[in-house]
């Protein structure tokens, strides 16, 4: 059904129809129901908070039975958060707010333990990109320029491989 046809069979609806429909869909369906949810109660703060631990737990997880748990390290924890977040229509500086914490909490971790797999630079080079992007197009790149420039700075520090990459997207708006 196109969207067109979709508007002319809600057209054709009384109000209580209407009704009955969104709230069978609210029922039958979670991500309606999350939709509405944070439509009428967004809690923004909250989510945050709670996405930033769970992908802080991704590289310093909590301690279980008195032993540490094995870091996981995975990019698809942020983002699985961004596109929520994107999804519920979440201020565009919060989604840059995780965006860049993902990649804070990467090179902090990373900082502090020997990192082999290539695989772990590429995955921040890419956050670190789609980052900048997302940042252009929402206009809020000056917003967040501090952060991205550290850690930039911060890929110099710790002698990351690919630094040349980070540097080449730096170049791109600086100028």
């Excluded at 967004?42 to 997880?61: A, D, G, V």
């Excluded at 956050?127 to 952060?147: H, M, P, Y």
Aim: aromatic share 14%; net charge positive; with cysteine.
């Amino acid at each position: 059904m196109s969207k067109r046809d979709l508007k002319k069979y809600l057209a054709e609806l009384n109000k209580e129809q209407l009704e009955e429909q969104i709230i069978e869909l609210y029922e039958k369906f979670s991500p309606v129901k999350v939709y509405y949810n944070f439509v009428f109660n967004p809690k923004e703060e909250t989510l945050l908070q709670e996405c930033k631990l769970k992908i802080s737990n991704e590289y310093y997880p909590l301690k279980k039975a008195g032993r540490r748990n094995k870091p996981k390290m995975r990019r698809s924890v942020a983002q699985k958060y961004i596109k929520h977040f994107a999804l519920l229509g979440v201020d565009p500086f919060i989604i840059a707010d995780v965006m860049l914490y993902n990649i804070e909490i990467a090179q902090t971790f990373s900082s502090e333990h020997i990192i082999k797999q290539d695989l772990f630079f590429k995955s921040m080079y890419n956050s670190f990109e789609q980052a900048v992007i997302f940042l252009i197009a929402n206009g809020i790149l000056n917003d967040f320029k501090t952060r991205i420039l550290a850690i930039h700075n911060e890929t110099i520090t710790q002698k990351w491989y690919n630094e040349p990459e980070f540097n080449a997207i730096i170049e791109r708006f600086e100028y």
